[in-house]
């Protein structure tokens, strides 16, 4: 999920770049937002597994917290 949203993310951002009018600015700001919300929900519950040890797989410990936490970034 991290990795599509990031994608949709960046979708909306060159949306966002080449808008000609501010109700179109407005609209795409408006819909990264949501998606950004989303992103962190997601990533919130990664991150309550992680603490309560519900994933014991260190490599995927690890490729979750690669793509997630870069949304931080």
């Not at 109700?23 to 992680?50: C, D, G, V, W």
């Not at 603490?51 to 931080?72: F, L, P, T, V």
């Amino acid at each position: 999920m991290c990795a599509q949203g990031i994608q949709a993310l960046e979708v909306l951002e060159s949306r966002l770049e080449n808008a000609n009018t501010i109700q179109a600015k407005e609209k795409y700001e408006s819909e990264m937002k949501k998606e950004l919300k989303k992103i962190q929900i997601h990533r919130n519950f990664f991150r309550s597994l992680l603490k309560e040890g519900e994933i014991k797989d260190s490599r995927k410990n690890d490729q979750m917290q690669d793509s997630c936490y870069a949304i931080e970034e």
